[in-house]
């Protein structure tokens, strides 16, 4: 587990957070019910392909589980989830040749859908695991989280390899079994245990020849290169804006004009401001969107009053940082501080 990786960077892409939200509203919940409490806004969240953060995706979730009081949500919507809303790594899963090569692309690309978790295979035995390692502790959404990637993956197994037969798939979650613990196994095939040392999902080593039935060499090779070409910039820093974020994501009270960023990237001021403008936002954007981001973790998971919080984000004045919040979230840091932590309690 690497500490040094923020919940706070984006980690997750949006559709995710999109699918939960439709399987809220097939519940009969409204967009306001669905967002209230969680300083997400509903147009954004559907219309901007921007990571979320593992902060606004624990947020939705604990909402999610409790308006629908349903503690094993998350494995229902992995086993709802279509293949190809993946985007490139679906596509490129697939396509392959084999069940090896599938499990080669999943271990490969599977950050650039997920970065909070990190997809390790091996050999164990007659057995093929795929394990993964969490960049930091995943807390009251662990469960969901990872039920999620195994629905996910059950469903990506079915549509390569056909009909699996009952428990030759092995799953283990590290959590303690839950109450609702037969839900699991009714969904996955029976091969269900809890309390292991990571999660880690198994299968036979024999399988790893089989052939695909969605085999198509033409779309694997464009498929494959797509996904390179995401791990490449994902590798060298991602996007501009993703570069802006995670350079205000480090600072600490005081933030770079814009012109101070630019020298740092050694752009020209006027660069920098068109290279953020055709990827959609604005440097000014981007730090309202990371104080505002910041302010609602601080004031959901920490002790730090107010004017605390207020000298955090940089501001000298906290009733300038109050007004500002209300525009943001249209109310004061201390009523969504207990609001949210009423709407959002695990």
Known sequence: MQSSVSPLQPCLHPIYARLLCA?????????????????????????????????????????AVQLTECPWLGLETGCATQVYAHGPVGYAAVACADLRGVLQVVERFSVLRLSSLRLTGHQVGERYCLSADEDFDLGDVREYILSTLAGTFLRLLEMVCGPLPSGAVQFDFPFAEPAWSARYRELLGGAVTFSADCYRVSLPLAWLERPSLSADASAARLALRDC?????????G?????????RLLACEERYPTLEQLAEEFHLSERTLIRRLR?????YQQLLDEVRQELACWLLLNT??????VAERLGYQDSSNFSRTFRRWLGMTPNAWRSGSAEVLRP
């Open 228 to 236: 390179e070409h995401l791990l490449l910039g994902a590798e060298q």
């Open 23 to 63: 399987a809220l509203c097939q519940h009969g919940f409204s967009e306001a019910q669905v967002m209230e409490g969680t300083g997400l806004d509903w147009a954004h969240l559907h219309s901007d392909n921007r990571r979320l953060s593992f902060a606004q995706v624990q947020r939705l979730v604990r909402r």
């Open 278 to 282: 055709d990827e959609g936002t604005t």
């Open 238 to 246: 991602g996007d501009w804006t993703s570069r802006v974020q995670l």
């Open 303 to 308: 002790p730090l009053s107010v004017e605390r």
